[in-house]
């Protein structure tokens, strides 16, 4: 169960998996939405993506190794984070989807500091991280009438 739920369904034993799981996010996130899913809602469910995917990532660790790249629920869950709050379009998916990759593939601000904490929490926060730095751009480029 915990390989199923740390690979996203299996997601993460596909090469590219991280970028498959962000992208099946943005998809679930758009259905999700149109059904109309509160932000109150969307926060409780933010946090319960964190949490099952550090339960997770915690027991897969010892049988994978650090930060395995078969864990991609921390991306499911950075993905999440980057659109949070943000005004749902193909527009600002699109943007949040390669903002999102781009903080969490070259991991700069203090990101790859994160990916050092112990066991499951490290496997976690560097996207967390990642999708907060992509969410607080995405909301700036809206305020600003960029996007």
Wanted: glycine fraction near 10%.
């Amino acid at each position: 169960m915990y390989k199923l739920i740390s690979t996203s369904l299996g997601i993460g034993y596909i090469k590219g998996g991280g970028t498959i799981a962000s992208l099946l996010c943005c998809i679930c996130l758009y259905f999700s939405r149109t059904c109309g899913i509160s932000p109150p809602l969307s926060v409780l469910i933010a946090l319960i993506i964190f949490a099952v995917g550090w339960f997770t990532a915690e027991k897969m660790e010892p049988l994978w190794g650090k930060d395995n790249y078969r864990i991609v629920i921390d991306e499911i869950a950075g993905m999440y984070i980057t659109m949070l709050f943000v005004p749902l379009s193909l527009k600002t998916l699109f943007v949040g989807f390669v903002l999102f990759r781009l903080f969490d593939i070259t991991k700069p601000f203090y990101i790859r500091r994160l990916e050092k904490l112990p066991g499951g929490l490290g496997v976690m926060m560097d996207d967390v991280l990642a999708g907060i730095y992509a969410n607080l751009i995405l909301q700036i480029a809206l305020f600003v009438s960029f996007l």
